[in-house]
């Protein structure tokens, strides 16, 4: 447990235990010198006898390892190399009252870094964040209801913006308090995509999601991974680590850099802060099949953001928390009219751009049968496995997607 000990001029300093650093360390230092690391061994021995210096170079040393390559290319011993560099250089800051620079640095590590080391981390997190509440005032956290989204919203506008052909057609059915039953029968053993209304009122996050000022108490601090740019298909598209509270700046201003808008993307939100996971709730619908839940993953932003094409491997309930999105779904029987891409990074994205399409290159993509739908505030929508997606946030949006795998006995077709 976190303590307060004294340092060598009497004064009062904060101290976070390690256990899995302490049990894990000599084996893991062993792992990084017969993969090359002495440079790192040598500054992590004096970073662990508190030489903050030392610490700061060690995490630079893995930093550098972790950039090296393609990201699977990399070896877990430097993810957790990294940890451990971030475990000594956040300790530092801790028992200097800077607890700020603290979080950044664990959530660093938590982002970056591997599992071995992982409930050192989120420990230290916890303790971090307590000190933080403590050192705030009650008058800085604010309480004025700022909202993200208010209920008005232009239909005509929203039209313009949207791909050719946009709600012309056919719509995603839409199903009330949809029973587990029901949705195993007519979806997802059928592959059939459904909008589920009145199935999330229960949600914590349902209230305090579109509250800046809630969000700004329990994460603000916090150090998240955004993506700027149209898309992830985009030359311009690049990757930053902000504050979640420089994040939200950013929504509020409406401010887009040269290359694009903010979006916190596919993100694994909630393992890493532990106050948003407790605000929602895993639908039922996600254990049809008897499957196991693959993934649970954020996407925040404000209107404008776009998810280009694409399909995924898993079912997916998107459940939708703050404001609107357009979705468009073709049929997974459509991926080479599609055209995905070639290469194994990016054969799950079509080429076709639905906001510009190339007639000349698909002349006939525009004929393809497709459903669509503005997904509400409330509303969850069940995307079947190796359906293609396209997806454009309407108003600022705060969504959740929960995927999940096959069972071993499903009679899905």
């Avoid at 209304?197 to 305090?208: G, I, L, Q, R």
Wanted: aromatic share 10%; charged share 25%.
């Amino acid at each position: 447990m976190s303590s307060t000990t004294a340092s060598g001029d009497g004064a009062p300093s904060l101290h976070f235990d390690t256990p899995a650093l302490d049990r894990e360390s000599a084996a893991l230092l062993h792992s990084i010198s017969e993969h090359g690391g002495y440079a790192y061994v040598s500054m992590a021995a004096l970073a662990a006898g508190g030489d903050i210096r030392a610490a700061e170079a060690a995490c630079e040393m893995a930093w550098e390892q972790l950039h090296s390559g393609p990201w699977h290319s990399v070896l877990p011993v430097w993810r957790d190399a990294y940890s451990m560099a971030c475990l000594h250089v956040a300790r530092h800051h801790y028992g200097n009252g800077e607890f700020r620079e603290a979080l950044r640095v664990l959530d660093l590590g938590i982002i970056m870094g591997g599992t071995l080391l992982r409930k050192d981390l989120d420990f230290a997190v916890a303790k971090v964040s307590e000190e933080t509440r403590r050192s705030v005032r009650v008058s800085e956290l604010g309480d004025s209801g700022h909202r993200f989204v208010d209920r008005d919203f232009n239909v005509a506008e929203v039209l313009q913006l949207l791909p050719m052909k946009s709600l012309s057609s056919t719509l995603v059915v839409k199903k009330s308090a949809l029973s587990l039953d029901k949705f195993l029968k007519d979806h997802y053993l059928t592959r059939s995509p459904v909008i589920i209304s009145d199935c999330m009122a229960h949600w914590p996050a349902s209230a305090k999601w579109n509250d800046e000022d809630y969000l700004l108490r329990v994460a603000g601090d916090r150090t998240v991974p955004v993506e700027v740019g149209k898309n992830y298909l985009c030359a311009e598209w690049k990757q930053e680590l902000i504050t979640f509270s420089e994040f939200i700046q950013r929504i509020k201003s409406g401010a887009c850099s040269l290359g694009g808008p903010t979006y916190l993307a596919q993100h694994p939100l909630f393992d890493q802060i532990n106050e948003l996971r407790k605000d929602i709730f895993i639908p039922d619908y996600c254990f049809a099949g008897g499957g196991e839940l693959r993934s649970l993953n954020a996407w925040f932003g404000p209107a404008g953001t776009v998810t280009p094409l694409h399909h995924d491997p898993h079912h997916n309930i998107l459940a939708q928390v703050v404001g609107k999105k357009y979705i468009r779904l073709y049929s997974s029987s459509l991926s080479e009219e599609l055209s995905p891409h070639s290469g194994t990074m990016l054969n799950n994205s079509s080429q076709v751009d639905l906001d510009d399409v190339d007639e000349r290159k698909f002349p006939k993509v525009q004929e393809l049968e497709f459903v669509d739908c503005i997904l509400e505030e409330g509303e969850m929508l069940y995307i079947p496995p190796k359906w293609w997606h396209y997806v454009r946030s309407l108003t600022t949006s705060f969504s959740v997607s929960f995927w999940w795998s096959e069972g071993d006995n499903s009679d899905a077709s």
